[in-house]
């Protein structure tokens, strides 16, 4: 019998031909090249937490699990190499010994970094590409079975990042590291049109900023986090704030938000002035990984669009629109993020500075309505969707938002012209 594969929404399920765990390079290449040889296509996939079926895999699944920890470390360039299938929750004491941090990071841990990297994963603060933009070398292995090596110095490198699993398996990434460093992190409710007047030029002045907005409210829960050197004194959450405030109170209400607004969907304004004025205002100090990631526990479906920066307050104000004309009754808090510009060629944030809209639905919600709602405003504002998320779009218009797209397809055809690596998704938003 095949094992059943489901990603964490529970949104996309595979019954692969055969899953494959291999714990060295050489044996990546062995399961690269069995399945060529018998016609059949090879899809790596990480913690399988992808909304979109960007790591559907009907053919060879590829288990990266032992394929985990460091390479090699490079203490005064501050640059360490790690395997593939290392997740991101395992690193900070990976890099501990050598002093050394990831500079940014998203909501959450639980991913691999070649899936977070392979997506465009990305976290906040306007100073800070996505983690992708960590990314100073790389390896894979090709369609063709070939060890293909980037460094920081091959112009294909920043066409290989962001590579939605569509080149080969990457094997090894070589991440630039900052000094370790802590957060002070500040969280507070606002009035939501002050947030919305002040987002873009406080995202200039602070380290880390984001936003929460329940939808029904005039409230934004705002999240600010500044950098300080690693060593002075902390002010840590305890294990039982923690427990109340990320467990009880953010994750227990908005399930039971979510369960009673599915129920009684009348409800859901009342509940969400409710759950604004609960959670989201405390002040605490931790190391920079502590900080920046929480866990979730309620189960959703996401959509999340890249916007330019100066979009986001009108891209929210349209949304708040919509939900009224469309009497839409939404428990779940939309989150507003921003991040450098890159050059990276299939990044969200390719050329511009970029404002994050992400919109979530209860996981026994349909999302189709809402979500193409969201669409149609982010694609009035030159949206680009998170390639990890939940989206629609096809190759066309796509191809309209990315100027590096060709040059990304030419580097496919190079590394994959049989398509090995292919899936329905990637033939819907690469044409093939
Ligand atoms: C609760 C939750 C919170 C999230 N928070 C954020 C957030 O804050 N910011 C954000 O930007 N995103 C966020 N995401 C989205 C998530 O980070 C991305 O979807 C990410 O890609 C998931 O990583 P993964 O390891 O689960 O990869 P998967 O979903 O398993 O795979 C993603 C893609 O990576 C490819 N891939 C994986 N390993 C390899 C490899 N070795 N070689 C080549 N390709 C590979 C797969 O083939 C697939 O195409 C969140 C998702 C969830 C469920």
Known sequence: MNEHWRNWSGSVTARPVRVQRPATEDEVVDVVVRARDEGVRVKP???????SPIAHAPGVQVDLDGLTGVVEADRTRRQVTLRAGTRLHSIPSLLEPFGLAMANLGDIDRQTISGAVSTGTHGTGLAFGGIATQVVGLRLVDGGGTVRTYHEQDPELAGAVVGLGALGVVTELTLQCVDAFDLEAVERPEPLPHVLET????????DHLEFYWFPHTDVALTKTNT?????????????????????????????L????????PRTVPAINRVATSLVGDREFSDRSHRVFTTSRKVRFHETEWAVPLEALPTVQREIAAMI???GLRVSFPLEFRAAAADDLWLSTAHGRRSGYVAAHRFVQESPDDYFRAVRDIALAHDGRPH???????DHATLAAAYPRMRDFLALRDTLDPDRVFGNDYLARVLAG
């Open 257 to 264: 938000t979510c369960r009673l607004g599915r129920r009684l």
């Open 199 to 206: 987002f873009v030029e406080r995202c200039g002045q602070e």
């Open 324 to 326: 009224d004309r469309l």
């Open 45 to 51: 996939v990480g913690a399988g937490h992808s909304f």
């Open 387 to 393: 390639w990890g998320k939940m989206h629609d779009l």
């Open 227 to 255: 950098r300080r050197p690693h060593g002075a004194r902390l002010r840590p959450l305890t294990r039982r704030q923690r427990a109340v405030d990320d467990d009880l109170l953010a994750n227990g209400l908005y399930s």
